[in-house]
């Protein structure tokens, strides 16, 4: 035993002076740590100069911030925001709290839009692709070069006289822009389609026909008794959420009134579900079958007032004579004696306000639901009166119709585009190669357009088919102004003014960003259009338009002169008459729609189960993808970020055997699929699956691309035939595990150690629950 | 062994000793490294400043910038160039474009004219190095100083002939050369007349450097003479 230990000290003579890899590794992370500690411990470089800028204007004093007056083009419906400047940087979003629609409150997404300022994938010169198409590979081109490729390309269609080769498709627009964009688009013969993801086509063809309104009423929420809503999540995502959350914060708690109540029907526990005083499970597309189920109750059990009875024609009441309770109870999927309670408390809170959307306008009978819910208004005297329905007057400058173009349309121009009849596609701020189904055929028909030239900040999957990109300024960095729909119920618009210099002007005027109107305003003269436009900038545009309200000399702001006008609209980020209400006539009760009932194609034993897609809450339908802050805000449900996950119900999941974080195949009728992660859950009905709308982008930049799938993409093709509406949520599919798993990014732990209340359960739904209905 | 000396007896290395012997050796060392450690923190955190235990000339800056030409020869006042002072935080140094008001046309003979007009050409901005700092934890703000000391009808407690002195304030103080003016005096101050007192006599200065050390004692003295309160709110916020 003592012989090795000699030949060990030996061994350790020998090599005395050597350094060991231990010893060595041991002085290279301590001299390291002293360095890292040495220098932590000093000034910061840049600590140990003062910049002396080039220019100094007033607005870039160090340490000075400065606020500026904006609106946030992030949100569907205009926020006014207030941004915070330090040295010419955008450091903060604030909401405004003068400006009407959101009076201080703001979005993530408003908050978010800071990113998409400084996103490290902004486009920052116009692009020319090099590759094949769609292969995302460009080359750097110069504006004046640019432009010339697209007004010879145009100047083509004018010499073969072929001008209504031209389609433009952007994103809703309103007000001034919108003004320019119709007189470009116009003026040289082309068509202009007006994109969203998820179309509001139904509800504003029943605004049309049920109230005679063209605009978007408002929803008095704050003054409403009792809200009953039918698939709009308006406390999250649907059409104004911050306006309507900070109208349901008066609604639940104002000052000298009694607490509202909500009622929310939607197959999907949304945010407002879980909101609401009561959930009302439904079988999808199954709402306006039950808005006349309640209308029914509340005319047989004598609810309604004698006025508002006499109006209704025989007709009308032989209509909803048919739709008793129980006749329906078993298609809606709501009991009987349910039906009758909320009809009864609907009829008795007054003032009270049926609002619809989401999912229930998304049907092949979708349009009906909408005409449908919002008729009960009607019924109980709510149309045009405080705590209602309250119309919207004509906006305060001329503006084109905010509403998107409908699914129908889109498909008609695929089929155009695959016959070769479009020999320009324009597109700017809408991506509807990731949002229209691929059955839509638009996907296939981008390849046999000639020639697509974009408009973007972002390499987004539209922008990736285009064979010329042009880099649009941020909302930051440039005018704007909109006139919000739905608006507050008198005359708004909205003012956007740059807050910072445009990022990329140091580029020169090659490169760089540039204002989509000034492209336009650019590109008129060479293709020989006259315009007809105020200025010959969209800023002189802007300024012409704020003159012609400075010489109504009313509303929030009046000025000697227009100087001081324009400056106190930008300072309080816009224009409003609180006096300046809708004028026309309330409209008599219209007539009762005719009832429809859902159609779902495909056999349910092949696909069982009901696609109940929805909108995310940071990253919307797909558009705020790029954005990290937004891709990181939690769904209010689920708490999940960053995926694309699959609320199943948790007896069905059970059944098959799915825990939470397995992959799951979804496969629709059209033969499509896409992989979701699990997520079993108590308050999804049974048969019925939820997916969040907004990943799955084949581009659009670090962020969003490759991440999650995109459900859109799967959908079968329906539609609401009266009005061309893509029905996205009468998709049914069917599902299998792919073996594999992964951990769902949420914030939340496991719901197995959600609290439980044994005796009063908080969320009851059961497939026990409806079978003993019926 | 020697009689009469102690019987020093040899301790045994048993394991209990040499264990105690080796966490006391590790005690000791992890001791030291930590005082080294404290001691770095302490003396880089003094070094990195202008100052090291007293008052250094002042650092060459990228333009050889006379304040004696300007302030003492032309009578410009430091409200001129550091325009923010009186408005926030920071006192602001002047934009190229500032300086270029003059020197398009003044100082062609000056090599250092001739460097601040290449500043100007090129579109750079100039990175002076910086003379008077404070940690990121503490807050300076300018213009409530200058409030506090300037204004009509304050009294001159004390005349500044010296610009390395300390000096004490109890109302206002002039600090411009002026012979005129005594101790006593009731005088109305400009803003341009009290930055003295913490920058010292810049106008005097052709290289302008720290004269006070303007550390937490330096501020706290000065506000407990002047009544200023002294909370810790008040800086680090």
């Keep these: 035993m003592r012989l090795p230990s000699v030949q060990c000290v030996t061994i350790r003579n020998e090599n005395i002076m050597d350094l060991t890899r231990r010893q060595f590794l041991q002085m290279v992370g301590g001299s390291a740590t002293g360095a890292v500690l040495f220098a932590a411990c000093g000034v910061p470089e840049e600590s140990r100069y003062i910049n002396s800028p080039h220019q100094m204007p007033e607005d870039l004093v160090t340490g000075l911030d400065n606020w500026y007056a904006t609106l946030c083009r992030q949100c569907t419906t205009s926020e006014g925001l207030v941004v915070r400047v330090v040295e010419g940087r955008a450091k903060k979003v604030e909401g405004n709290v003068d400006y009407p629609i959101n009076l201080g409150k703001h979005s993530a997404k408003c908050e978010a839009s800071l990113q998409s300022l400084y996103n490290p994938d902004r486009i920052d010169r116009p692009l020319l692709r090099v590759g094949d198409r769609g292969k995302g590979e460009f080359n750097e081109i110069g504006w004046s070069d640019a432009l010339a490729r697209i007004t010879n390309q145009l100047q083509i269609l004018q010499t073969q006289n072929k001008q209504n080769g031209f389609v433009m498709i952007t994103d809703p627009l309103s007000a001034h822009l919108g003004d320019v964009t119709q007189r470009f688009v116009s003026g040289f013969g082309g068509r202009h389609l007006q994109y969203e993801t998820i179309e509001r086509t139904n509800i504003s063809r029943a605004m049309k026909e049920v109230y005679s309104q063209e605009i978007m009423p408002d929803f008095d929420i704050s003054n409403s008794a009792y809200i009953l809503s039918f698939g709009a999540d308006w406390l999250n995502t649907w059409t104004s959420p911050t306006r309507y959350m900070r109208a349901y914060g008066e609604f639940r708690q104002g000052k000298d009134r009694e607490r509202g109540t909500l009622v929310h029907v939607d197959p999907r526990f949304s945010a407002t579900a879980a909101n609401a005083d009561q959930w009302v499970p439904i079988n999808p597309g199954w709402e306006g079958i039950l808005a006349l189920g309640i209308a029914n109750v509340i005319l047989s059990d004598g609810l309604v007032s004698d006025s508002i009875r006499s109006s209704l024609s025989p007709d009308d009441i032989a209509i909803i004579d048919q739709y008793t309770p129980e006749k329906i109870s078993l298609d ?32 092949t009978n979708g349009l009906f639901n909408m005409k449908a819910v919002y008729w009960l208004n009607y019924l109980v005297g709510s149309v045009g009166v405080e705590g209602g329905v309250i119309f919207n007057p004509e906006p305060p400058v001329p503006s084109v119709g905010k509403y998107s173009s409908s699914f129908e349309d889109f498909r008609n121009l695929s089929q155009e585009m695959s016959r070769g009849e479009i020999s320009a596609l324009m597109i700017r701020g809408a991506d509807p190669w990731y949002g229209l189904p691929e059955d839509s055929g638009f996907r296939r028909a981008t390849f046999e357009v000639p020639f697509i030239f974009a408009v973007s900040n972002f390499l987004d999957d539209t922008t990736a088919m285009a064979d010329l990109i042009l880099p649009e300024n941020d909302a930051f960095e440039d005018w704007g102004s909109d006139i919000p729909d739905p608006a507050p119920g008198y005359q708004l618009i909205g003012f956007q003014q740059p807050v910072v210099r445009p990022f990329y002007e140091n580029l020169g005027d090659e490169l760089g960003t540039k204002n989509f109107a000034d492209i336009m305003i650019g590109l008129a003269p060479q293709l020989g259009l006259d315009l007809a436009l105020p200025g010959t ?4 545009i ?33 224009w409003w008459d609180k006096d300046s209400k809708y004028q026309g006539t309330i409209p008599s009760v219209s007539n009762v729609p005719n009832p429809k009932s859902p159609k779902f194609d495909h056999s349910p034993s092949q696909f069982p189960y009901h696609l109940i897609p929805f909108t995310s809450t940071g990253i919307g339908d797909g558009e705020g993808a790029f954005l990290p802050w937004l891709q990181a805000t939690p769904d209010p449900i689920t708490t999940a970020t960053w995926q694309t996950w699959l609320e199943i119900n948790v007896y069905d999941a059970e059944k098959l055997e799915i825990s939470e974080g397995d992959v799951i195949s979804v496969t629709s009728a059209s033969g499509k699929s896409i992989d979701v992660l699990a997520f079993p859950h108590p308050g999804v009905p049974p048969g019925v699956l939820s997916v969040p709308i907004g990943q799955g982008h084949i581009s659009g930049g670090r962020y969003s691309e490759d991440r999650g799938s995109n459900i859109m993409s799967i959908l079968t093709p329906n539609v609401d035939e009266e009005s061309g509406a893509l029905a996205w949520a009468a998709t049914k599919v069917r599902i299998e595990k792919t073996g594999e798993w992964m951990r769902v990014p949420k914030l939340e732990n496991t719901f197995s150690e959600f609290p439980r209340d044994e005796n009063q359960h908080i969320i009851k739904v059961t497939p026990d629950e409806s079978s003993s209905d019926h | 062994m020697l009689p009469g000396d102690f019987d020093i007896q040899i301790l045994k290395p048993t394991r209990k000793r040499v264990v105690l012997g080796l966490v006391a050796l590790a005690s000791t060392l992890g001791f030291l490294v930590v005082l080294g450690f404290v001691l770095t923190f302490i003396l880089s955190s003094w070094w990195a400043r202008p100052i090291v235990f007293g008052y250094d000339e002042g650092p060459d800056q990228p333009i050889a910038f006379p304040h004696t ?35 398009k046309v003044v100082g062609d003979d000056s090599e250092e ?41 304050k009294t001159v407690v004390e005349t500044m002939t010296n610009p390395d002195s300390q000096i004490f304030l109890e109302d206002a103080k002039k600090m411009k050369r002026d012979s005129s003016i005594n101790p006593g005096d009731i005088k109305d101050i400009e803003s341009s007349e009290v930055c003295a007192v913490c920058h010292g006599d810049v106008a005097s200065m052709s290289k302008v450097k720290q004269v006070r050390p303007l550390k937490m004692g330096d501020c706290v003295n000065c506000h407990r003479d002047n009544n200023a309160p002294a909370e810790c709110a008040v800086c680090h916020y």
């Design chain 2, 69 to 103: 030409t300007h302030v003492q020869d032309l009578g410009m006042e430091c409200t001129f160039c550091h325009r923010n002072v009186e408005k926030g935080a920071s006192a602001s140094v002047p934009a190229v474009s500032l300086c270029m008001t003059c020197h």
């Design chain 1, 537 to 540: 900038t969209f800023t002189e």
């Design chain 1, 542 to 574: 802007l300024k012409a338009g704020a003159e012609d309200l400075w010489r109504e000399n009313r509303g929030s702001i009046t000025a000697a002169d227009f100087d001081s006008f324009w400056y106190g609209v930008l300072q309080r980020g816009g």
């Design chain 1, 332 to 363: 809606v999927g709501v009991n009987a004696d349910k039906i009758r309670l909320i009809a009864h408390e609907f009829s008795s809170h007054a003032p009270a306000l049926a609002i619809g959307g989401g999912s229930a306008a998304a049907h």
């Design chain 2, 113 to 153: 004219v001739a460097k601040l007009r290449e500043y100007y050409d090129l579109g750079k901005s100039i990175n002076w190095v910086r003379i008077h700092r404070v940690p990121d934890h503490v807050q300076f703000v300018h213009d409530a100083h200058i409030k506090h000391f300037s204004g009509e009808g």
